[in-house]
């Protein structure tokens, strides 16, 4: 490997990890900063390696629009959290969390089948609704805790 190539295999990869540890942030900014650190990183690796061809110059360009547009986005976005709530960290959504605890628990526990025939007639319409199971102790749809 050629002292260039490995210069720009080190700088590829030093974008590639500071804007995935910036995109791993609570802080919208430092999400923005990331994902623009990894569209340079995309581009210069597009670029060093496609050398004279034409085809990865045309990517880098695409992907030069796509950061552009994703990176507006993600500014409105972090600009509106600022009005709203005065500051740009993302918070936890409750119902997401409430979910994923209802899922946790529904793995955890063993399913106690009631032998009631409405149980089995109604098993395949949720599985077709996409509702899953219903809640230990308490009605479909419903958390029981």
Do not use: C, K
Not at 46 to 70: E, N, R, S, Y
Not at 86 to 109: F, Q
């Amino acid at each position: 490997m050629r002292s260039i190539d490995l210069t720009m295999a080190v700088v590829v990869g030093g974008l590639f990890a500071t804007g995935v540890h910036l995109m791993l942030q609570r802080s919208l900014t430092r999400i923005l900063l990331g994902f623009i650190l990894l569209g340079h990183g995309t581009n210069l690796l597009l670029l060093t390696t496609g050398g004279a061809d034409p085809l990865p110059q045309a990517m880098a360009l695409t992907a030069i629009v796509i950061t552009f547009g994703v990176t507006t986005f993600l500014l409105a976005l972090a600009y509106r959290s600022w009005r709203l709530s005065g500051h740009d960290e993302v918070r936890d959504d409750i119902e997401d969390r409430r979910i994923g605890d209802v899922r946790e628990r529904a793995d955890i526990e063993p399913t106690a089948d009631t032998g009631d025939e409405d149980d089995e007639d109604d098993e395949g319409w949720d599985d077709f609704a996409g509702r899953g199971r219903a809640a230990p102790g308490g009605r479909r749809g419903e958390d029981a805790g």
